[in-house]
């Protein structure tokens, strides 16, 4: 079998509202999937984490620079297209786009390798320890016509929705600044409840002195984790808001491959780590960094954004996922489910995963796909429709 060509769909369309985040405000939705067709018939999927222009840039690495050192190669051989193209890469980028871009093609590899087994995903890389997994929804996010009082009414009803879901537990956004976040998490609180987890995402927006003064608010309101409360690069940050705070402190989705996680594991700066497949080399590297946090002790819940084809790949892998430390009731992942509206991961697939209904029946827990590879084929006249062309 040979890898015959290599297809970016980057997909685009707008969203009913403007939301944001503490780095920006964004009303478009980008989704970026890669194909890997072979001269067998035989086709894979991934995705590549980034969006908008990133994700444009990132389809020239996959098609322009990847493409032509891999094409005529055996798609069974993964790790020795991994290691070849990384190895090609290193001297443009250990981290970043050209991981990125790497982690797509990785992913849509394995699909190929499970679909030529007839086993999926969690099958080939072990077997399943787990065959549903909670789901925790995420929204609260920030609107840049709102202010801090108005964004806490809503807030308060938001998140008061995720957990009538069926959600287990819930995740806001943070970046108005300290004092008005901690109103927003207050607000958080109200909405769910003293015994329901919520978990605070500040995407890295706060000097450490800041997310001292965030945490230990939270740390009265018994929040659940403080997700990037500083840059990733702050290593001496995490370190020390670790050992200061009472809330967990989680992060590694801007962080990538073996010896990134490395540093940021052995720095012990993180009671849970995040990495994202999709960005951090693929489910090849997603697998060694699993095994080095755990090897670290580091509970593990992956970071999750993109479409349909990211929510697979992450539901497998979780799958797959060893507890730790073990036990009769051992300490379990959750999948991240966005909660705002996204076609790209709900209407892509010819049979979709149908998360939020799966959620609502079952008291919050999704089954894993059990069809070949990662379990999912996207519709290719939905790709067609919303593709921007090159």
Not at 180 to 197: F, H, I, Q, W
Not at 229 to 244: I, M, N, Q, S
Not at 262 to 284: H, K, T, Y
Not at 359 to 374: D, E, L, N, R, W
Request: proline share 6%; glycine share 10%.
């Amino acid at each position: 079998m040979k890898i015959t060509k290599i297809i970016s769909h980057v997909l685009s369309c707008d969203m009913p509202e403007t939301l944001g985040y503490s780095q920006q405000y964004y009303s478009k939705r980008t989704a970026h999937i890669v194909e890997v067709q072979t001269d067998e018939g035989v086709t894979g999927w991934g995705e590549c984490f980034g969006p908008g222009t990133v994700a444009l840039a990132n389809r020239t690495i996959v098609e322009k620079v990847i493409q032509p050192l891999v094409l005529g190669m055996d798609p069974m051989d993964r790790d020795v297209i991994w290691h070849k193209v990384y190895n090609l890469l290193r001297d443009h980028g250990q981290k970043g786009m050209p991981l990125q871009s790497l982690s797509g093609v990785d992913i849509a590899l394995w699909d190929i390798a499970g679909k030529v087994a007839g086993l999926p995903l969690h099958k080939m890389i072990g077997g399943a320890h787990r065959t549903v997994v909670d789901v925790y929804g995420y929204g609260m996010m920030l609107r840049p016509d709102e202010n801090a009082d108005s964004l806490a009414d809503r807030f308060v009803d938001e998140a008061s929705a995720i957990k009538d879901m069926g959600f287990v537990a819930t995740k806001m956004k943070v970046g108005l600044g300290p004092k008005s976040d901690v109103k927003l998490c207050e607000a958080v609180r109200r909405g769910v409840g003293e015994d329901y987890r919520f978990m605070v995402d500040a995407n890295h927006c706060y000097t450490t002195s800041d997310a001292f003064y965030v945490g230990r608010a939270l740390d009265e309101m018994q929040a659940y984790w403080f997700e990037e409360p500083v840059a990733p690069e702050d290593h001496d940050g995490y370190r020390e808001l670790r050992a200061a705070l009472k809330t967990n402190i989680s992060g590694g989705e801007a962080e990538f491959n073996r010896w990134g996680w490395r540093s940021i594991l052995e720095n012990r700066g993180l009671d849970i780590a995040q990495p994202e497949v999709c960005a951090l080399g693929g489910i090849s590297e997603y697998l060694r960094v699993l095994a080095l946090c755990h090897a670290h002790f580091t509970p593990v819940i992956n970071h999750v954004w993109g479409s349909a084809v990211a929510v697979a790949t992450n539901l497998q892998l979780l799958a797959a996922m060893p507890p730790m430390p073990g036990g009769l009731h051992p300490w379990e992942p959750m999948l991240e489910f966005d909660t705002t509206e996204n076609r790209f991961r709900d209407d892509l697939l010819a049979d979709p995963l149908d998360i939020q209904r799966q959620v609502a029946a079952t008291g919050g827990q999704v089954a894993i796909p059990t069809s070949p590879g990662i379990g999912v084929e996207p519709d290719r006249a939905f790709l067609k429709h919303w593709a921007i062309e090159p």
